[in-house]
């Protein structure tokens, strides 16, 4: 079979599987490469490159910083901070949440930026009277736009930036991308503040992250604790658990105020079938509720083994507890790796290893807690899908659709070219990953600037535009989807508030990006 034929017959298959969603991302990304090997279009060597590319390495890092942030409860304390200042107006908590993801987003990525992000907006949706699904719908699409501020704000960026590179010509600054990105967020805003109250439903949701101050005040509630009992602090924390069928604490007299078997944790309340048990003579039974303090390690380590069922993971509640133990580290260590990168000094995949490295060295996270933190399909989605990109100029394929698209709209206008390829962009980016999409286009859009003899660096740049315009679909990035159940959202509903997104991203894309980046 031709080459360009089996290239596409390929990609074709990707998108099919990336769509019917039935497939793992990271299986289709690796099927791909073995595809290309298999066929004969790519080397082994060529085929398994994009697992040691300078790019997929850099994202990695990225992963471990943001959860070092988010661990150490440098995001909450921000939330907090912030949010608690736009007061209790729909419009002021909206304006103030979505700078506030922007900002995050554009340091640790959209995903980590939302996720760390949407207990804290649940929190204050609810202690404002408005319902969540007002709010983190926004939240998530302001973060998409938040991720043109800045390099690190999403893969795309450091795709486009290497792209331009090895077209010949420069890469993008750490912060050029701002400078398409403050006008995407302002304008993204207005249409949340103006028009999203009748663009989004009203709804109560099934399920609700937990509120750290909630879950305390209902433990003072339900097991009469003292109100002068600090139950949660930097240090300590606290936590229910359930004594499990045959645990081996059975049979043990533990009792409110007397310390575990280990000796690490403290007895705050026993509870049998919703009676507080009091007396030192008293032995557990399966089924018997404690409430235990004691530090936060102390409290992961124990709810971890299997002679409790934990109610509240420990590890999930130290997060609500706004600049914990090592917060001062991993704000330093963010810091330098800004430097770093805004000033070149190193490469980018330099920067986030030293960053990553001094994450674990200075103890912040623990070497398996780094390695965890890491989306690993994100990586292999990534790693797989770039020599996709390698065939696509190796066997002629980008010049082919390239020629095939410049058929269609004419060689007279790289206004109308560009207009094409970010109309097939946002198309594609709504159906399959984002970051799939733009390594797929990036070298069509760098044959068609070639053949047009004008610059790629503004096709590059509203890609990584038009890769963020992913708001129709709930399935189109992981942020959509992680608000939809909270918000109690429809699969129809993201394209109502989304349609007026997307259509400002390709208007600043094909018309205010060539004007920065000239032809």
Known sequence: MDPVATTLVILGLAILAFVSNRVPLGVVAIGVSLALWATGLLGLDEALAGFGDPTVVFIATLFVVGEALDSTGVTAWAGQQVI???????????????????VLTALISVNGAVAALLPVVVVVAARAGIAPSQMLM???????????????????????????ADAGERRFGFFEFALVGVPLLLGSLAIILLVGRRLLPTRIPSALPQDLADLTATLRAQYALPTDTELVTVERGVTEVMVPPRSPLIGTHLFPGMATPSGDLVVLAVQRSGEDLTAPDDTLRAGDILVLSGSWERLQHHTARDEVLVVDDPATLR????????????????????????????????????????????????????????????????????????????????????????????????????????????????????????LIMVPIAIVVATDLEVSV???LMALAVCGAASFLTPVATAAN???????????????????????????????????????
Not at 84 to 102: E, H, N, P
Not at 139 to 157: C, E, I, K, Q, R
């Open 319 to 438: 997060r609500g507890v706004p600049l914990g133990v090592g917060a001062r580290r991993t704000l330093v260590i963010l810091v330098g790796m800004i430097l770093l990168l805004a000033t070149g000094l190193v490469p980018a995949a330099v920067a986030g290893l030293l960053a990553a490295v001094a994450i674990v060295l200075t103890g912040v996270l623990t070497p398996n807690e780094a390695y965890r933190s890491v989306s690993w399909t994100t990586v292999v989605l990534v790693g797989g899908m770039i020599p996709l990109s390698t065939a696509f100029v190796s066997t002629g394929t980008a010049d082919a659709i390239a020629d095939a698209l410049l058929g269609v709209v004419g060689s007279g206008s790289a206004h109308v070219a560009l207009l094409a390829i970010c109309v097939l962009t946002v198309l594609l980016s709504q159906l399959i990953s984002n970051t799939a999409t733009v």
């Open 481 to 519: 989807t992680m608000v939809m159940e909270p918000g109690g959202y429809r699969f129809g509903d993201y394209w109502k508030l989304g349609l007026p997104l997307l259509l400002l991203s390709l208007a600043l894309a094909v018309f205010y990006v060539p004007l920065v980046w000239s032809f």
């Open 84 to 102: 608690a200042r736009g007061g209790r107006d729909r419009r002021s908590l909206l304006a103030v949440i979505g700078i506030l993801v922007a």
């Open 457 to 459: 660096l503004p096709f």
């Open 138 to 164: 926004p939240l998530a699409f302001s973060a998409h736009a938040g991720s043109m501020l800045a390099l690190t704000g999403t893969p795309v960026n450091i795709i486009v930036s290497e792209a331009a």
